[in-house]
């Protein structure tokens, strides 16, 4: 009998081309997804090789880390990102890839729109020139971020040369208390194995909490393992996942639907499966957590204090500590709940879809901005996110409470346009990286779930979700 | 693209003593709107090098630079091999980050441990990444910053060592996959182009068993 496998095990079996002498794996990719900042290079280089793609219809294009998040009929007006989102436009054109561009109300961050559209399947390799491409795996797909090179290779080829991954199983049982959310678990698992806790690895996110998640949630869990370090996340397929893919616009149709719907229940992972690592987290314990660094994990429950780098032994971790504490212009011991807060960005592939902006604003419902808020903001993931949120009234809740609500894109997630944070500004942020200059050349980013961000445009700092 | 075949060299360590250097350090966002693979180098570590704020397409002559910062120490001039801390590259994929450190004029990078998608992006443009042991690295960190005069590396990628002034031989592990590749300054897209008809025989078997990956997108 052959021996359990787990389901990275056979995503990645099923798509072995072949193996070479050195034990690399020709690896097929099913689908990419191609935005405007790490893909001109590729197609610069498949056109110097004379090289055209190898299946223009496998990838899907969109421009999001650029796009302006106001006044978008008036189109980009610094030159340089215009410029990077027309030779966008102009590539897949030119080689017949699928893009929705600004105009189209399908635009919006890559990583909210492949799921939308049903381009996210269940079973499949997907890849991006974007380290979030972990997201896709709540989906039971091998999705994981690649460079310029590599896109320029699955464009040629549809595959990558490529080492298996270890496996790590990542268990969070038990139910998670009123208030906390996938960002908190996410955040919470970042604080345990730390940032570079999963190098090496797939995540396998498993458990009771973890099933509990809505399809939504689970992206959130499976976007951050990329900040644990892990280049993959994901999650086992089943009914909240085939009840999310149906009937999505590129997923398959009618019998076909239901004959790739057996399939994908058959890649769950094999009772006994081995994993190189296993960890399990308490769901109850998980508080609302804050990042209070410059690294995802240097994160809190929302009633901790700053550490000191005085008591920590390890010199590197103490230095790291130090930068931190500079950077972010914070004091050891201080409370989470005391440190002031300018600006609040709530958006991104993180935490930018539909169920993240009704529970931020079910939190701001009836509330104002807090005065010393300079500004709130609401990104929604794609034009679909926006249309559904004032189909459901959440813009009126947002402006009514004193928040912007914006047009879709990646936006202050990493300030590439011209939503940013000036030096010193202190930001709740529900994205997923809090590096310096992440929002802005020094910039202090927390990241916070959107819940959690909401509160704190209200309060004017950050509140425990589940006490208000 | 194809890339030159890495040559052995003696190179001067450049000791960035910092943990979980994230690719928005190395390379800024600003500089990712660039349409180019070339060009980077001035801007490598923007943030930290300089102190005012970096701007695309803004020459970089007479910017004021950090005093500060390691790699504006005279000692460190023209140095090529770049030791650092645990999880370097770790954050964003943008391959934008060893194009800055390899148009800086880096070849080699040792650390205790390498984020996974930059460690793939830096061989892909013949950079080395070097894994030590944490207590090496240590070493190499004293041995670089103490005295006037610069550490400096034999690497001899051809053996798998490096010789290190004042610590001895290291040997070093390569994937030989990698260890290949950079030897030979391969196009890995050529490469794979060589097994068409195999990728050709993969799709079509599984044009029969997961026909929905093939069937026309509506």
Redesign the interface.
């Known amino acids: 009998m052959a021996s359990p496998r787990t389901l990275y095990d056979k995503i990645w079996d099923a798509h072995v081309v072949r193996i070479d002498e050195h034990g690399t794996s020709l690896l097929y990719i099913d689908r990419q997804l191609v935005h405007e900042v790490t893909s001109p290079q590729a197609f610069e280089g498949l056109r110097l090789a004379g090289r055209t793609p190898r299946r223009p219809e496998a990838n899907l294009a969109v421009p999001d880390h650029n796009v302006p998040t106001t006044d978008r009929h008036l189109g980009i007006t610094d030159p340089v990102s215009r410029l990077q989102v027309e030779t966008l436009g102009a590539n897949c054109r030119e080689l017949g890839i699928r893009i929705f561009d600004m105009a189209d109300k399908r635009q919006g961050i890559v990583h909210v729109i492949g799921p939308e559209e049903g381009f996210t399947l269940p079973g499949i390799t997907m890849v991006c020139g974007d380290s979030h491409t972990s997201t896709h795996g709540a989906f039971g797909a091998l999705a994981f971020g690649v460079g310029t090179s590599e896109v320029e290779h699955v464009l040629a080829t549809q595959c990558l040369m490529q080492k298996k991954s270890k496996a790590m199983l990542v268990s969070v049982d038990g139910e998670l208390g009123r208030g906390v959310t996938a960002k908190d678990i996410v955040l919470a698992v970042i604080g345990e194995i730390g940032t570079a806790g999963g190098t090496g690895h797939v995540i396998e996110y498993a458990g009771d909490a973890i099933r509990a998640l809505s399809m939504e949630g689970r992206m959130t869990v499976c976007n951050m393992a990329i900040e644990a370090g892990a280049r993959a996340g994901i999650i086992g397929i089943d009914q909240k996942t085939i009840d999310y893919v149906r009937g999505r616009p590129m997923a398959p149709q009618g019998a076909l639907f239901e004959q790739a719907a057996d399939y994908w229940l058959s890649l769950n992972s094999d009772p006994g499966a081995a994993y190189d690592r296993v960890v399990h987290l308490d769901a109850a314990s998980i508080r609302p957590q804050v990042t209070w660094g410059t690294s995802p994990e240097m994160v809190l429950p929302v009633d901790g204090a700053v550490p000191d780098p005085d008591e920590i032994p390890d010199p590197v971790k103490a230095g790291s500590y130090r930068h931190a504490l500079a950077y972010m212009g914070l004091a050891p011991g201080t409370a989470i709940g005391e440190i002031p807060l300018d600006k609040v960005f709530i958006g991104s592939c993180t935490n930018g879809r539909i169920e993240d902006l009704r529970a931020a604003a079910e939190v701001a419902k009836g509330g104002k901005v807090a005065p010393s808020i300079k500004l709130a903001m609401v990104v929604p993931g794609s034009g679909l996110v926006k249309e559904q949120a004032e189909a459901e009234g959440l813009d009126r809740v947002f402006l009514d409470a004193g928040f912007e609500w914006r047009e879709p894109g990646c936006s202050m997630c990493l300030a590439m346009n011209a939503d940013k944070l000036e030096p010193g500004e202190r930001c709740a942020s529900t994205s997923n990286r809090n590096f310096e200059g992440r929002q802005g050349q020094g910039g202090r980013t927390h990241l916070v779930s959107p819940a959690m961000a909401a509160a704190a445009a209200i309060h004017g700092r950050f509140v425990d979700v589940r006490e208000i | 693209?194809p890339m030159q075949p890495f040559e052995n060299f003696r190179g001067i360590v450049l000791p960035l003593?910092?943990?979980?250097v994230?690719t928005?350090?190395i390379i800024?966002?600003?500089f990712?709107?660039?349409?180019?693979?070339t060009g980077f180098g001035p801007n490598l570590f923007d943030?930290w090098r300089y102190l005012d704020?970096g701007e695309?397409?803004q020459s970089c002559v007479g910017r004021p630079l950090n005093p500060d910062f390691v790699l504006n120490d005279p000692k460190y001039a023209g140095a090529d091999i770049l030791l650092a801390?645990?999880?370097f590259g770790?954050?964003?994929?943008?391959?934008h980050a060893?194009w800055a450190l390899a148009d800086h004029g880096f070849r080699v990078l040792i650390a205790p441990?390498?984020?996974?998608?930059f460690h793939?992006?830096a061989i892909?443009?013949g950079l080395l990444p070097v894994v030590l042991d944490e207590a090496v690295v240590d070493r190499l960190f004293e041995l670089a910053t103490a005295g006037d005069a610069p550490l400096t590396i034999d690497v001899d990628l051809h053996n798998l060592t490096l010789d290190a002034a004042g610590f001895g031989v290291i040997e070093i592990a390569i994937?030989?996959?990698h260890h290949?590749c950079l030897i030979h300054g391969l196009?890995?897209?050529?490469?794979?182009?060589t097994?068409?008809d195999?990728?050709a025989a993969?799709?079509a078997r599984?044009r029969t068993e997961?026909?929905?990956?093939f069937?026309?997108?509506?």
């Open positions: 693209m003593d910092r943990a979980n994230d928005d350090a800024p966002k600003q990712l709107k660039s349409i180019q693979r943030e704020r695309p397409g801390r645990h999880n770790c954050g964003s994929s943008r391959e060893p441990s390498f984020a996974d998608i793939q992006n892909k443009n994937d030989p996959f290949h196009d890995d897209i050529g490469l794979t182009l097994h068409a195999e990728i993969y799709e599984r997961t026909p929905w990956l069937a026309a997108a509506n």
